[in-house]
């Protein structure tokens, strides 16, 4: 078994398109290249959609909990593609399914976003993937996207 390889934010940075407010990932840990990893987003009372989201319940959005794994899995695909700083691909959401959503996810909480590709054919790509708040699924998905 190899060994897990850590990626932090400057990394992920070089690997997605997304830039703040929007960048849902803060570090990337890789079990297998290309396949199988678990991202992170800490999140703050900072964010802009705790605003209005709700203001005195602050709860992360679930679309959100589904956009960080699919941030994740794209991160994840790119870790396959050696020197991915100068290969810059963009990764377009195709569909999502079993969306389900089991506990909210608060300021302070640490998202830890587990995805693991079940399908590829070309530049399509399906993946699994649950977020987890100290060990407990708060919300899971399969989804397909595309990289460019």
């Not at 590829?120 to 989804?143: L, M, T």
Request: proline share 7%; charged share 25%.
């Amino acid at each position: 078994m190899s060994e897990m390889k850590i990626y932090p934010i400057e990394e992920i940075m070089k690997m997605l398109p997304h830039r703040y407010p929007f960048l849902l990932v803060d570090r990337l840990e890789v079990e297998i290249p290309g396949e199988k990893g678990v991202g992170t987003k800490n999140v703050t009372m900072n964010e802009e959609f705790f605003q209005g989201h709700f203001p005195g319940n602050p709860v992360m959005p679930g679309v959100l909990q589904i956009e960080a794994m699919a941030q994740t899995a794209g991160a994840l695909v790119m870790t396959a593609v050696e020197d991915y700083a100068n290969h810059p691909k963009g990764v377009l959401f195709m569909s999502i399914d079993g969306v389900k959503f089991r506990k909210p996810v608060k300021p302070g909480d640490q998202l830890k976003m587990h995805v693991e590709k079940i399908k590829e054919r070309r530049n399509i790509y399906v993946f699994k993937g649950q977020s987890f708040v100290d060990g407990q699924v708060v919300s899971e998905a399969e989804f397909t996207a595309m990289i460019m």
